[in-house]
């Protein structure tokens, strides 16, 4: 257990729909990632939060937002979505300290079904 | 840009058999190169970083090594439980903000 959670596990929508994706970081954790996993694209990073403040943005499209809230949990907002918009979604968090041994710790992620 | 190839795409062993997986990199200046572990409907799991050429490092049956241009998973003796898609991922000083970029993974699947 990496100690994120992700919440739900699973989502079924349909096309031109918002979903709310919900991530916990690990205990102490101040940043949060999130990445876009599809079969044909592996993962792609979409962007990071880092005590409440955006750093660093992706291949996130303009239809998806994020923010991290002050108790460092963090919300992805997907809307219109589209057929292309099904993969899996996860959180990754780390300390945040931006040097070279941070690792990353990801959680199980959000496995979106787009109808 | 920061690129990562992985190959092969998949590989199947049989028990004990030995092998390397292969994780070619281009990037603007190298901070990490990292390994991960993703077994099915589950995230990926960190096994190692390496930071420069020549560097090793080992974790039971797997061990990673680090050139200039890319770097291997050697694979010894695998057992069935080992099968799963291994992730090589980049932390560069360019255009990646930092972050990591991944390969598109190596699925392994080892045969009893």
């Known amino acids: 257990d990496s100690g994120v959670t992700q919440t739900p596990k699973h989502l079924i929508t349909a096309t031109g729909q918002r979903v709310t994706l919900r991530c916990s970081p690990r205990?102490?954790?101040?940043?949060v990632y999130w990445y876009q996993q599809s079969l044909d694209q592996g993962l792609q990073f979409l962007i990071q939060?880092?005590?409440?403040?955006?750093?660093a943005k992706g291949n996130i499209l303009e239809r998806f937002s994020a923010q991290q809230f002050p108790d460092l949990h963090s919300e992805l907002n997907l809307s219109s979505l589209e057929l292309g918009d099904s993969a899996l979604y996860f959180c990754?968090?780390?300390?945040?300290?931006?040097?070279?041994?941070?690792?990353?710790?990801f959680g199980s992620g959000t496995q979106l079904s787009v109808l | 840009e920061d690129q990562v190839t992985q190959s092969p795409e998949a590989l199947r062993l049989q028990e004990g058999e030995s092998s390397s997986l292969n994780c070619s990199y281009t990037?603007?200046?190298?901070?990490?190169l990292f390994w991960y572990r993703q077994d099915p409907g589950k995230g990926p799991e960190f096994l190692f970083t390496l930071y420069s050429a020549g560097e090793e490092k080992e974790k039971e049956r797997l061990k990673a090594t680090l050139t200039k241009k890319e770097s291997f998973l050697h694979i010894t003796a695998p057992k069935p439980e080992d099968s799963a898609t291994y992730l090589c991922a980049v932390r560069s000083y360019g255009g990646s903000q930092g972050n990591l970029i991944f390969g598109k993974g190596t699925k392994l699947s080892v045969k009893p």
């Open positions: 939060y880092y005590n409440g403040e955006e750093r």
């Open positions: 990037v603007s200046g190298l901070r990490g």
């Open positions: 205990s102490g954790d101040l940043s």
């Open positions: 990754a968090s780390s300390d945040g300290t931006g040097g070279d041994t941070e690792k990353l710790f």
